[in-house]
């Protein structure tokens, strides 16, 4: 049985029985037709704004309106909608001007077995134009994602280096108070700048977890790298960029059960979960948090042996008809110019890579359910650093500090200028002087990029002219990583710290080398 496609045509006609005769022909065509014909140009502006159609087919002469003007209105408005001109009148060279004005064809009456075909192809070349659109309008959307990554990788690292600063001469300024208290007995006194103290490395604490879930979520040129990653702790990230969206709606419930490593990007893994919880947060309505729940929870499936993370609303839930559309791109039942229609499906495409699963289950009025089912890593995390006990060193060592940013060679300075001998260097050229000169260090702390000469290409010096040094280079990074330089740490032994740093993890670095 042949299945009728579905056509809602305006025709612009001021003569019933021409009206029959193409509607008919369309019929016999295949298509089912649903159509309006109008005799004005009040009647074609009123259609075309109270209906969407296929395709215009149009009369060149009529009593109180005609062909061209009819085009005019459309082009006025406009409007992507097939026109074709179907007159028993015009001539050949009236007809090819209205195709230069811009309808797509012409048929005369006398021949209606040329409107079908002509019909097929206007509908196919809307379609590709359409596809056109939405793989243009993409390609925006990714660039200006990409443009905000870039943005956001260096704000990162601008803060990086001030911040970098920040916690480490807090940290110093708590130390020497202290001791200034336990020998001039006067704690009692002191004890509210101690208060202050706390307040401020509790905001500079906080502010060095935000420039982390921007290092994470603008990591646009590493799109490719994989490896082991901790899903709550990316999840930790997604839920902090996202507060603002969820504070107002709900109250947030966070169940994590301890599960293995992913194979994954961070920054893609991210970008699912970020865009789950925004999602998530948006379907409840704003004002009433107290009644509604994001709940966040992670564990292991024990029937797939796979990684299960569970984002689940409260809120008005999606309907049974789109559930199937849910993850296809450009849908979205958000309102124009406020959903791409681009987020589902993009977090299903980076599951799928990643050899995991995504899935959801809805109720109206009852809320949203979202799973990601991911495949344990095979590599394991490195083991976490920050929280050691500071290792002592059994001597007075020698160290280069090497950063462009004198806050920040300051700091270092002053973390370790009481253990060690410290040497500060303004940039790569003065520590390749130094080194090449004669001198010799135990720890070599180096920023990784700098201007005019980085610390990978310092590192290449030295591995040249003084590679026993070049061994003993901990690399210091801030983020904004490029491509070389990922490849780079990878592909060297040496360790790096990430800015900003914890003092006592510096230490033990430097302190573990020298001993």
């Given at each position: ?90 001539g050949e060279e009236a007809a090819v001007a209205v195709m230069r004005s811009g309808a797509n064809d012409y048929v005369f009456k006398g021949s209606l077995g040329r409107l ?97 879930d921007l290092k994470i979520f603008s990591r646009s040129t590493d799109e490719e790298h994989r490896g082991p990653v901790d899903v709550r702790q990316v999840l930790e990230s ?219 290409e310092l590192h290449a010096d030295l591995a040249r002219r003084a590679p026993e040094q070049a061994t003993r280079m901990v690399f210091l990074t801030g983020g904004a990583f ?34």
């Amino acid at each position: 049985m042949k299945v009728s496609k579905r056509l809602r045509v305006l025709l612009i006609e001021d003569r019933s029985d021409d009206e029959e005769l193409i509607m008919m022909e369309l019929e016999n065509g295949g298509y089912d037709v649903v159509h309006q014909r109008v005799e004005t140009d009040v009647g074609m502006a009123t259609a075309l704004n109270r209906e969407t159609w296929d395709i215009i087919l149009s009369d060149y002469a009529l009593p109180r309106f005609s062909g061209p003007e009819a085009l005019a209105l459309l082009r006025a408005q406009g409007l992507d909608i097939p026109f074709i001109l179907v007159s028993g009148t015009v001539g050949e060279e009236a007809a090819v001007a209205v195709m230069r004005s811009g309808a797509n064809d012409y048929v005369f009456k006398g021949s209606l077995g040329r409107l079908c075909p002509a019909v097929d192809r206007e509908l196919r070349e809307v379609e590709i134009r359409l596809e056109r659109r939405k793989m243009q309008e993409q390609l925006l959307i990714s660039d200006r994602m990409a443009s905000v990554g870039t943005l956001a990788a260096g704000v990162a690292h601008e803060i990086n280096n001030p911040l970098a600063s920040v916690v480490a001469n807090l940290e110093l300024v708590t130390r020497d108070l202290t001791g200034l208290s336990d020998n001039l007995q006067i704690r009692d006194r002191l004890a509210e700048v101690f208060e202050e103290l706390r307040d401020a490395k509790e905001g500079a604490d906080r502010l060095r977890h935000i420039v982390r879930d921007l290092k994470i979520f603008s990591r646009s040129t590493d799109e490719e790298h994989r490896g082991p990653v901790d899903v709550r702790q990316v999840l930790e990230s997604s839920l902090r960029m996202a507060w603002n969206e969820i504070r107002h709606r709900a109250r947030l419930i966070k169940e994590y059960a301890d599960v293995p490593s992913v194979d994954a990007n961070e920054a893609r893994l991210g970008q699912v979960f970020l865009n789950l919880v925004v999602n998530a947060a948006q379907a409840i309505r704003e004002g009433n948090s107290e009644q509604n729940v994001v709940h966040v929870s992670t564990a292991m499936d024990d029937e797939s042996g796979r990684i299960a993370v569970e984002i689940s609303d409260s809120g008005t839930g999606i309907p049974p008809e789109n559930l199937s559309r849910i993850f296809d791109a450009f849908f979205t039942t958000k309102p124009i110019g406020e959903g791409t229609g681009l987020g589902l499906s993009i977090c299903h495409r980076i599951v799928a890579g990643l050899g995991g699963e995504i899935t959801v289950e809805s109720q109206v009025g009852r809320g949203t359910t979202f799973r990601v089912f991911l495949p344990p890593s095979k590599a394991e995390l490195p083991a976490p650093t920050l929280d050691q006990a500071v290792i002592l060193s059994n001597r007075r060592g020698r160290v280069l500090v090497i950063d462009d940013e004198p806050i920040v060679a300051k700091a270092l300075g002053r973390v370790l200028e009481s253990e060690h001998d410290v040497t500060i260097a303004p940039n790569a050229g003065e520590a390749s002087r130094l080194i090449v000169g004669g001198n010799r260090y135990d720890v070599i702390l180096c920023d990784l990029m700098m201007p005019q000469m980085t610390g990978m290409e310092l590192h290449a010096d030295l591995a040249r002219r003084a590679p026993e040094q070049a061994t003993r280079m901990v690399f210091l990074t801030g983020g904004a990583f490029t491509s070389e330089a990922r490849t780079f740490l990878d592909g060297v032994p040496n360790q790096r710290i990430d800015k900003p740093f914890d003092s006592q993890y510096v230490r033990s670095i430097v302190n573990d080398r020298i001993r």
